[in-house]
């Protein structure tokens, strides 16, 4: 019992490190972050340059929590970690889902700034992919929260993973314009932010692939013994 | 070749293991819910259901 609530300590504070560190680089200028505060920007003026970087930094001291409370108490941090991933991975899929469920037109307008349908020659489905992606974020998002689905959800938003780091890797490697903040475009703002999405991918991915092969259950069911 | 078959039949293993009348019906669920969702919206922020948006010109001079 002393070894789980360890662990869990341990855990809730690598948690706290992976929400702070993926705010960091996705979420600048939210109430999770330290880089754009008044009192270190006095102190460090160019901080906020650095967001990556502590963002970065943060999810690896987050794994140097999570290794230990793995070894102290195997059984209890895997069931957290499932927990805590699906939760998260699920959360931040419905969260991201709702802007371009609510606005198709603008997240169409992005998605062609990308100019990758046009590339492949096929512009006539860069409205009906805007229309529909949104809503498989949001469904498979609750469904790997709500059901015991994880293999299944996890595995399409494994792809939905591989698919905008390819189109970000697509747009930065171009130097397209969404990343030179010239439009207006929420998500189009300039290649800082470009970068940050694509490192913020590459590393929620591997929670992702890690859950894609646990067993389907649910979230109450992980804590079931069997 | 040899090392790369185990994991191929492993990967194909997994594949055939997921619960495909799940993720195929939540598929067509995401479908009609996204014609449902652009008959909702405004005119202003629906689309057309095929075609695409103006690719913007990216200026010579970024500021």
Not at chain 1, 193 to 210: F, G, K, Q, V, Y
Not at chain 2, 5 to 15: M, S
Not at chain 2, 39 to 50: C, G, Q
Request: proline residues 3%; aromatic residues 16%.
């Amino acid at each position: 019992m002393k070894k789980n609530i360890f662990s869990g300590i341990l855990l809730g504070i690598a948690a706290f490190f992976v929400t702070f560190g993926v705010a960091e680089i996705s979420f600048p200028e939210s109430f999770l972050t330290f880089t754009d505060q008044d009192w270190l920007i006095d102190i460090w003026p160019k901080a906020y340059r650095y967001n990556i970087h502590v963002g970065v930094g943060a999810v690896i001291v987050a794994c140097g929590f999570i290794i230990p409370a793995y070894f102290i108490a195997k059984d209890f941090a895997t069931k957290a970690l499932e927990m805590l991933c699906r939760f998260g991975i699920g959360g931040m899929f419905i969260f991201a889902s709702i802007f371009k469920i609510q606005d198709p037109h603008q997240f169409a307008t992005l998605v062609a700034q990308y100019q990758f349908f046009s590339a492949l020659h096929l512009d006539f489905l860069n409205n009906f992919f805007a229309l529909i992606y949104p809503q498989f974020e949001f469904w498979f998002g609750l469904a790997m929260i709500f059901t015991p689905f994880v293999r299944e959800s996890a595995f399409a938003i494994f792809w939905m993973f591989i698919s905008f780091i390819i189109a970000l890797a697509w747009a930065l490697a171009n130097d397209l314009g969404i990343t030179c903040g010239c439009f207006e475009l929420e998500g189009a703002q300039d290649k800082a932010e470009a970068w940050t999405s694509l490192i913020r991918d590459l590393i929620l991915i591997w929670p992702t692939l890690w859950l894609a092969f646990r067993k389907d259950r649910s979230i109450i069911g992980i804590w079931k013994k069997k | 070749m040899n090392k790369i078959k185990p994991i191929l039949n492993k990967l194909l293993e997994y594949v055939k293991s997921l619960k495909w009348s799940v993720l195929i019906g939540l598929a067509v669920l995401c479908f009609i819910l996204a014609i449902v969702n652009n008959i909702r919206v405004d005119e202003t922020k629906s689309v057309d259901w095929i075609g695409s948006q103006e690719v913007m010109p990216k200026p010579d001079e970024v500021l």
